[in-house]
């Protein structure tokens, strides 16, 4: 339900634009005496413009009209006090949050960042690495042994002493014992950024200088590299499990197919006839260009790229869908920057190098909210914090400075005094080794720089129009989905009466068309055709048939059973309905013949049968009679002159 929630408001999403501006302060209409503003409607119009299916509703005038019922159910929602909620404000602050991040960045450092990650993608790396484990907050004299342990394996390692030994020997990463410390084949965004940056920046045959993560302290050794795989065009036909059907095998039936490939069918043809993923067979079985990561199945994947040449053909294989087998059309490199731009930015994001665009964020901010060096606060605090902040002990003493402002934020005021209490509970919590000066001018910053950034992300709707609106059209998306589900969608689910009086009312909109239930044969040549349908008007069963048609060299016949609406492009395309053995039908390179076991006639529906259908039109019924209730509820006023503005706008 989550996922329908996030695609409900996303629709709602609205970008700005010059024209919105324009009209920022004109006044549309009235909703019981409150104003709603031009640009709003502007942003929704031109935003949804292209959604819009019906070509009347892009009319300015039509498109009123869903604006106004939009806006009626908004003001409904709140009416009902949907937006008290607590579960209301807990998914809008939940969707806040996620869209601030999007506004929290540096963009200068961003577009670095994602250029840089994108000439390491078109590269791949194999790499070694040993591994010297070291807390992060380890005490110098751990630190000092980790960074000389890792320092002499690396002198040995240069001197010509076997990494892989090596690893084995000391590495601290427990695979190594078994790998060697081999990480094999990867690319960009896979590792760590201070790994990635040693893989793609020394020399192959080199072992780096040693290097810190969080992890500990690393050495690596570039084995190779080599251009990415980039992406590949493949064909597929897939096999799933039928739970219903007893007798029928997936792998058996992929097998029985894949033996027809290498006799010289035509893939594609085969594809079409028999691959349960209907969306590619229609295609043949092609799928869409992809690369490494992009599908849902690792085996899938690894299968594919195995292929080199096009026209090559996986052996079966199994994944989470079923059987399948594949084969190759074309190998692409690596897309463009621009085409991967949006991948990229959202890996980088999320990537331990974020922190360095963090950094230039808060910079940034810093000077946008006029924040000076501290110079003098460090000087009072180095006095006034006394040497026991390093067991943990200092406690804040009186003193009138700590009463003064630290530095502001707009109208927010931070204090000597807050910082001090920050200080205290470092100390406490952590305790101090190193420096005392050091180590509070590093909470300084830590300090100001959380402050400044919390300020900035609790108060982006003041600060940036653009998220300021992307948020409003959220919460008001939020709203709608929770008025429609309470008001309307679970209604028209749970009430069974007036879905069965609906049913009854409109029973000539649910009607059957005319079906057969059959079972079908598919031959590949159109003397085993023949035979087959000979066998098939004697009663010979499917099993019998196949046996007696099909050899271990030669598959040349595959069965399939169900019902289908007589115009099924499943079926032959002159096919004669009428029950029995039907005559063969040459299609595709193919030959059919059709056992009609029942013809079902047109008529209709039963209540069960149709209820997916009727609870959907039941929901628009419902939904089209609350709207006319709310019309009503509600005074709405429209202002023609700035309509007609709105339209002169537009058409410019």
């Given at each position: 339900?989550?996922?329908?929630?996030f695609l409900f408001v996303f629709c709602l999403l609205i970008a700005g634009n010059t024209i919105a501006q324009e009209l920022d302060k004109q006044i549309i209409m009235t909703l019981d005496g409150e104003p709603v503003y031009a640009s709003d409607f502007v942003r929704v119009y031109q935003k949804n413009l292209d959604l819009v299916q019906d070509e009347s509703q892009k009319d300015v005038d039509e498109y009123l009209k869903l604006f106004i019922?939009?806006?009626?159910?908004?003001?409904?929602?709140?009416?009902?006090?949907?937006?008290?909620?607590?579960?209301?404000?807990?998914?809008?602050?939940?969707?806040?949050?996620?869209?601030?991040?999007?506004?929290?960045?540096?963009?200068?450092?961003?577009?670095?960042?994602?250029?840089?990650?994108?000439?390491?993608?078109?590269?791949?790396?194999?790499?070694?690495?040993?591994?010297?484990?070291?807390?992060?907050?380890?005490?110098?004299?751990?630190?000092?042994?980790?960074?000389?342990?890792?320092?002499?394996?690396?002198?040995?390692?240069?001197?010509?002493?076997?990494?892989?030994?090596?690893?084995?020997?000391?590495?601290?990463?427990?695979?190594?014992?078994?790998?060697?410390?081999?990480?094999?084949?990867?690319?960009?965004?896979?590792?760590?950024?201070?790994?990635?940056?040693?893989?793609?920046?020394?020399?192959?045959?080199?072992?780096?200088?040693?290097?810190?993560?969080?992890?500990?302290?690393?050495?690596?050794?570039?084995?190779?590299?080599?251009?990415?795989?980039?992406?590949?065009?493949?064909?597929?036909?897939?096999?799933?499990?039928?739970?219903?059907?007893?007798?029928?095998?997936?792998?058996?039936?992929?097998?029985?197919?894949?033996?027809?490939?290498?006799?010289?069918?035509?893939?594609?043809?085969?594809?079409?006839?028999?691959?349960?993923?209907?969306?590619?067979?229609?295609?043949?079985?092609?799928?869409?260009?992809?690369?490494?990561?992009?599908?849902?199945?690792?085996?899938?994947?690894?299968?594919?790229?195995?292929?080199?040449?096009?026209?090559?053909?996986?052996?079966?294989?199994?994944?989470?869908?079923?059987?399948?087998?594949?084969?190759?059309?074309?190998?692409?490199?690596?897309?463009?920057?621009?085409?991967?731009?949006?991948?990229?930015?959202?890996?980088?994001?999320?990537?331990?190098?974020?922190?360095?665009?963090?950094?230039?964020?808060?910079?940034?901010?810093?000077?946008?909210?006029?924040?000076?060096?501290?110079?003098?606060?460090?000087?009072?605090?180095?006095?006034?914090?006394?040497?026991?902040?390093?067991?943990?002990?200092?406690?804040?003493?009186?003193?009138?400075?700590?009463?003064?402002?630290?530095?502001?934020?707009?109208?927010?005021?931070?204090?000597?005094?807050?910082?001090?209490?920050?200080?205290?509970?470092?100390?406490?919590?952590?305790?101090?080794?190193?420096?005392?000066?050091?180590?509070?001018?590093?909470?300084?910053?830590?300090?100001?720089?959380?402050?400044?950034?919390?300020?900035?992300?609790?108060?982006?709707?003041?600060?940036?129009?653009?998220?300021?609106?992307?948020?409003?059209?959220?919460?008001?998306?939020?709203?709608?989905?929770?008025?429609?589900?309470?008001?309307?969608?679970?209604?028209?689910?749970?009430?069974?009466?007036?879905?069965?009086?609906?049913?009854?009312?409109?029973?000539?909109?649910?009607?059957?068309?005319?079906?057969?239930?059959?079972?079908?044969?598919?031959?590949?040549?159109?003397?085993?055709?023949?035979?087959?349908?000979?066998?098939?008007?004697?009663?010979?069963?499917?099993?019998?048939?196949?046996?007696?048609?099909?050899?271990?060299?030669?598959?040349?016949?595959?069965?399939?059973?169900?019902?289908?609406?007589?115009?099924?492009?499943?079926?032959?395309?002159?096919?004669?309905?009428?029950?029995?053995?039907?005559?063969?039908?040459?299609?595709?390179?193919?030959?059919?013949?059709?056992?009609?076991?029942?013809?079902?006639?047109?008529?209709?529906?039963?209540?069960?049968?149709?209820?997916?259908?009727?609870?959907?039109?039941?929901?628009?019924?419902?939904?089209?009679?609350?709207?006319?209730?709310?019309?009503?509820?509600?005074?709405?006023?429209?202002?023609?002159?700035?309509?007609?503005?709105?339209?002169?706008?537009?058409?410019?």
């Amino acid at each position: 339900m989550k996922l329908y929630r996030f695609l409900f408001v996303f629709c709602l999403l609205i970008a700005g634009n010059t024209i919105a501006q324009e009209l920022d302060k004109q006044i549309i209409m009235t909703l019981d005496g409150e104003p709603v503003y031009a640009s709003d409607f502007v942003r929704v119009y031109q935003k949804n413009l292209d959604l819009v299916q019906d070509e009347s509703q892009k009319d300015v005038d039509e498109y009123l009209k869903l604006f106004i019922d939009y806006r009626l159910k908004l003001r409904e929602a709140y009416e009902q006090g949907l937006d008290t909620t607590l579960k209301f404000q807990r998914e809008f602050k939940t969707y806040r949050n996620q869209f601030a991040r999007n506004f929290l960045t540096d963009n200068n450092v961003s577009e670095a960042l994602v250029q840089e990650a994108y000439d390491r993608t078109v590269n791949e790396v194999n790499a070694s690495h040993i591994l010297i484990r070291v807390n992060q907050n380890a005490t110098p004299e751990d630190t000092l042994k980790a960074y000389s342990k890792i320092k002499d394996i690396r002198e040995k390692a240069v001197n010509g002493r076997s990494f892989e030994t090596l690893a084995k020997t000391y590495s601290e990463d427990p695979s190594a014992k078994k790998n060697g410390g081999e990480l094999g084949w990867f690319t960009a965004l896979k590792m760590v950024y201070a790994f990635e940056e040693q893989a793609y920046t020394v020399p192959v045959g080199d072992v780096s200088e040693p290097f810190r993560t969080r992890f500990g302290y690393h050495i690596l050794k570039v084995n190779d590299r080599r251009a990415s795989a980039g992406e590949v065009e493949v064909a597929h036909i897939m096999v799933s499990p039928k739970p219903k059907d007893t007798v029928f095998n997936p792998k058996d039936r992929i097998e029985e197919l894949y033996l027809k490939v290498k006799q010289g069918e035509d893939f594609g043809v085969l594809a079409k006839q028999f691959s349960d993923d209907r969306n590619s067979a229609r295609r043949e079985g092609k799928l869409d260009r992809f690369g490494s990561g992009k599908l849902n199945s690792e085996v899938f994947e690894k299968k594919a790229f195995s292929l080199t040449k096009a026209g090559q053909v996986t052996e079966p294989f199994e994944t989470q869908y079923g059987w399948h087998i594949i084969k190759l059309i074309d190998r692409f490199p690596i897309p463009s920057f621009n085409e991967m731009r949006g991948e990229l930015e959202k890996k980088v994001t999320k990537d331990s190098r974020a922190n360095l665009i963090s950094d230039a964020l808060v910079a940034g901010l810093k000077d946008h909210y006029s924040i000076g060096d501290f110079s003098e606060a460090k000087s009072f605090f180095s006095a006034y914090v006394t040497k026991d902040v390093k067991d943990g002990n200092w406690a804040i003493s009186d003193n009138s400075t700590l009463d003064q402002p630290l530095f502001k934020l707009r109208d927010s005021v931070f204090k000597y005094r807050d910082f001090a209490k920050f200080i205290y509970n470092k100390q406490v919590n952590k305790g101090l080794s190193g420096d005392k000066n050091t180590a509070i001018n590093n909470w300084l910053k830590e300090y100001v720089d959380g402050k400044v950034l919390a300020y900035h992300r609790d108060h982006l709707e003041q600060e940036d129009k653009e998220f300021s609106n992307i948020v409003s059209e959220y919460r008001d998306g939020l709203l709608l989905f929770d008025l429609m589900e309470m008001n309307i969608w679970n209604k028209a689910k749970k009430d069974t009466l007036g879905l069965k009086t609906y049913y009854e009312t409109n029973k000539q909109n649910y009607l059957w068309d005319k079906r057969v239930n059959v079972t079908m044969a598919k031959v590949n040549n159109k003397t085993d055709a023949k035979k087959v349908r000979n066998l098939m008007k004697k009663g010979v069963s499917e099993v019998d048939v196949k046996s007696q048609i099909n050899s271990d060299e030669s598959m040349t016949t595959l069965f399939s059973n169900g019902t289908f609406n007589v115009e099924d492009e499943v079926l032959p395309k002159k096919l004669k309905i009428k029950q029995g053995i039907s005559k063969v039908y040459e299609e595709d390179n193919y030959y059919t013949v059709v056992n009609i076991k029942d013809v079902l006639p047109a008529g209709p529906k039963t209540f069960k049968e149709a209820k997916g259908t009727i609870v959907s039109d039941y929901q628009d019924y419902l939904e089209k009679n609350w709207i006319a209730a709310l019309r009503t509820k509600y005074s709405v006023n429209i202002n023609d002159d700035t309509v007609n503005l709105i339209k002169t706008k537009l058409e410019d």
